[in-house]
């Protein structure tokens, strides 16, 4: 195995990958590969921002439905027959 003091001696990829391991170890192969645990949070947080989205997007349109409906049905169209004499 290969002793290497500082970065400024590694000369070639193999020699990168036994200095950062040697000083790195566990955290780099834990980072890179990523724990169960890890993979299950991340997927569980990116569900709940997907349900938070889509329920906030869907709670403003059912908001603006409903408050559309609602004119619709308060303000009535009146409708004014024109007669010889002028405007109703």
């Given at each position: 195995m290969l002793a290497?003091?500082?970065?400024r001696h590694l000369e070639t990829p193999s020699d990168c990958q036994l200095?950062?391991?040697a000083s790195h170890g566990p955290a780099i192969e834990k980072f890179k590969l990523g724990t169960p645990g890890t993979q299950s949070?991340?997927?569980?947080?990116?569900f709940?921002?997907?349900v938070i989205k889509y329920g906030i997007l869907?709670?403003?349109f059912r908001r603006y439905w409903?408050?559309?409906?609602?004119?619709?049905k308060k303000e009535p169209e009146v409708i004014r027959e024109k007669t010889a004499d002028g405007p109703a």
């Open positions: 290497i003091k500082s970065w200095f950062f391991s949070r991340a997927l569980r947080y990116a709940l921002l997907v869907g709670y403003t409903e408050q559309k409906q609602n004119r619709a």
